[in-house]
């Protein structure tokens, strides 16, 4: 997979995507990640990216020349079918179905916009436009690295076992079930008995009970989307009864 980050601060990317998973992914040539910096197709000697809006108002606005540059030479870098990604919070919702799908491209080209946008001809250039969510952060970069991040993680060999991303929360629908390491005994607070007993059919029962009762409670928005099996329903209940059970001893 190769992804190209259009950004006006390159280095605002390097660390984030040279340490830990993403760099030893890059190290291993798993996936490939190159940022362009948008300057470099601005023309004149200040090489200028943005200017005022029409019509007035506070704020600059990216210019389109150097952005449909930077994304047609994108374009033509390589024989694989670009997929190109406005960044903006105006984009359709980053969740993990849209990952999936776009974990299935082999070229991804992310625009990062600044400023109080893009000018708004750049969208024609564009195959879809993607929002990390619904809250405004300086610029399309951060929400670069979440994007990378999240879509690198479901490439074959990124993760150390391949296993571990469809456990993670949103895979199946659901957040996923909670976690405990050393010690067993922390200030009083103690293991669930079901993780101690070795036997894997009882621990996946309760993780499966758990990742559903923590959606039920936390995203009822997530749970309502999936349909569940008959054992799905039993072990809800259970949850909800062992909670009452709790609420009232306490
Ligand atoms: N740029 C600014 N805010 C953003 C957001 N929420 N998602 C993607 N790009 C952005």
Redesign the pocket.
């Known amino acids: 997979m190769l992804f190209e980050i259009l950004t006006l601060f390159p280095s605002m990317l390097e660390a984030p995507l040279s340490e830990s998973v993403l760099g030893k992914a890059r190290e291993s040539g798993i996936i490939e990640v190159r940022t362009r910096n948008i300057r470099d197709f601005a023309e004149g000697r200040h090489r200028v990216c943005d200017d005022a809006p029409y019509g007035g108002g506070a704020g600059m606005v990216m210019k389109p020349e150097p952005l449909v540059s930077a994304i047609e030479e994108s374009r033509a870098r390589t024989s694989r079918e670009a997929h190109v990604i406005l ?3 105006q ?1 359709r919702l ?1 969740d993990q179905r849209l990952v999936e799908k776009l974990a299935a491209e082999s070229h991804i080209v992310l625009v ?2 600044r400023y109080e946008g893009v000018d708004e001809r750049v969208r024609e250039f564009v195959d879809s436009e ?11 970069e ?3 690295w979440i994007l990378v991040d999240a879509v690198s993680r479901l490439i074959p060999g990124v993760l150390g076992n391949d296993s571990s991303a469809e456990a993670d929360s949103f895979s199946q629908g659901l957040l996923e079930h909670p976690h405990y390491t050393r010690p067993p005994d922390f200030r009083g607070r103690k293991i669930p008995e079901d993780l101690l007993s070795g036997d894997h059919a009882r621990i996946a029962k309760w993780r499966r009970k758990q990742a559903l009762i923590r959606t039920k409670q936390r995203r009822r928005d997530l749970l309502d989307r999936l349909e569940l099996t008959d054992e799905d329903q039993r072990l809800l209940e259970e949850a909800e009864e062992e909670l009452a059970r709790n609420e009232e001893a306490s």
């Open positions: 960044l903006t919070p984009g980053l990062c916009g993607v929002s990390v969510g619904d809250y405004v952060v300086s610029g399309g951060p929400a670069a």
